[in-house]
């Protein structure tokens, strides 16, 4: 293998952590937006307007109003941050990995981090007649919520079983997200804006755990290589002959 010199190892390193913050701030931004762009009164009398007309059509169904309420807890905090905290145990136990399990328990955090954010900014200048359901007119947390957490479970064990695999990987959270969204909708928990902003704010989120992954487990292997290399270069053979004495 041929080892990497110094300041090709720092570009790449500089490079990870670059990404991983660069996607974190891409999220922040992403939610303050979706904090104000709610409030505009253009984007607030069309998204009025839709709900106002979907919802009573679609909880006309009875079977979809009863899966509605089976599913919706998925994104609830007691069950998205109770399945997050066994997952974090699950990794730092079998997985013997504490790193990803600190990294798992800041991406709730974050999470929670967010929605406390998007109040500070957003929730003085809130007229009581655009509170629906149980929310404001923000992002859905629950649909974020059950998006990154279904997501960090399909990121730990599809890693076992199909580590290359994309699709696997991105299959479940953005399931999961699509299905909450529309849950809170048919319950009329939500705006339909707010369900729909959430997911690509989830997906920021993901993103961001799993750019902060990817970056350090490459650092670990290029860690690993040079330690192979600088073995491999003290077990060389000196040129001279067994039983060879001067």
Avoid: C
Avoid at 95 to 112: C, D, E, K, M
Avoid at 130 to 154: D, E, K, T
Wanted: positive net charge.
């Amino acid at each position: 293998m041929l080892e990497r010199r110094p300041e090709e190892r720092s570009s790449i390193d500089a490079h990870g952590i670059v990404g991983a913050v660069t996607v974190a701030v891409i999220a922040t931004a992403m939610t303050l937006l979706a904090a104000r762009l709610v409030l505009l009164a253009p984007v607030r009398s069309i998204d009025e307007r839709v709900f106002y007309r979907l919802v009573p059509w679609l909880q006309q169904a009875d079977w979809l109003v009863g899966a509605s309420l089976f599913l919706t807890d998925i994104g609830s905090k007691n069950i998205a941050y109770n399945a997050a905290a066994a997952l974090a145990l699950y990794v730092a136990i079998v997985n013997r990995s504490l790193r990803q399990a600190l990294l798992i328990v800041a991406t709730l955090i974050g999470i929670h981090g967010l929605q406390w954010l998007t109040f500070a900014v957003a929730d003085g200048v809130v007229p009581t007649e655009h509170v629906v359901g149980n929310a404001g007119p923000f992002y859905s947390g629950g649909v974020v919520r059950a998006l990154v957490v279904s997501g960090l479970i399909a990121f730990v064990f599809a890693s076992r079983f199909a580590p290359r695999d994309w699709r696997v990987m991105w299959a479940l959270p953005l399931g999961v997200g699509v299905l909450e969204a529309a849950t809170r909708l048919v319950l009329g928990k939500h705006w339909p804006l707010d369900a729909v902003l959430a997911i690509p704010i989830g997906v920021a989120v993901l993103w961001s755990y799993q750019q902060t992954t990817v970056w350090l487990d490459g650092r670990d292997r290029r860690s690993g290589t040079l330690a192979e290399n600088s073995l491999a270069k003290n077990d060389r053979p000196t040129g001279r002959p067994s039983g060879y004495s001067s």
